[in-house]
């Protein structure tokens, strides 16, 4: 049975790093894309401080569709270049927004959302959706952040194998 850790460090690649050994032994042996979404949307919830919402949207039929979340409730639906999810669809890459209030479009599903990091989940060379992290703080996500994120993407789609 595996049992979250926390993470005692001030060093962000440090505590990456543990996150991420984490995340590989929870989602060991098993495949089922939602299962290891919400696994990995809960740890996330739960091992990194100042965040209000951790969760997938999967790409279908060129909108993102709400997948295993923590947090209050969300858009069930946006569509591929609305707001900070979908924009990172368009651009392919991760988008970090220190203040939601300056993104032109930015969807506020919790009006307490204050800065948010998207991360694109692409396996064998197509967008299946995005991993989406909000914070009540502005400016709580940096390029640390954004870089932990992104493995902890790879180690989820790693185990999920095909899509």
Not at 45 to 64: K, M, P, Q, T, V
Not at 147 to 161: F, H, K, P, R, S
């Amino acid at each position: 049975m595996f049992a979250a850790r926390a993470i005692e460090t001030p060093d962000k690649p440090d505590f990456y790093r543990e996150l991420a050994g984490q995340l590989e032994a929870l989602l060991a042996g098993e495949s089922d894309v939602i299962a290891n979404a919400a696994n990995t949307a809960a740890l996330i919830y739960h091992s990194l401080a100042d965040i209000n919402w951790a969760g997938f949207y999967f790409l279908r039929n060129n909108e993102l569709v709400l997948g295993p979340f923590q947090g209050k409730p969300a858009c069930v639906r946006i569509a591929v270049g609305q707001g900070v999810c979908g924009a990172a669809v368009v651009r392919r890459e991760p988008v970090l927004v220190e203040d939601v209030l300056a993104f032109s479009g930015h969807i506020a599903c919790d009006s307490a959302s204050r800065s948010e990091l998207v991360v694109p989940l692409i396996a064998e060379g197509n967008i299946i959706g995005v991993l989406d992290l909000d914070s009540p703080l502005t400016s709580r996500f940096d390029m640390q952040d954004q870089l932990g994120v992104q493995e902890l993407t790879n180690i989820y789609l790693a185990a999920c194998g095909r899509f």
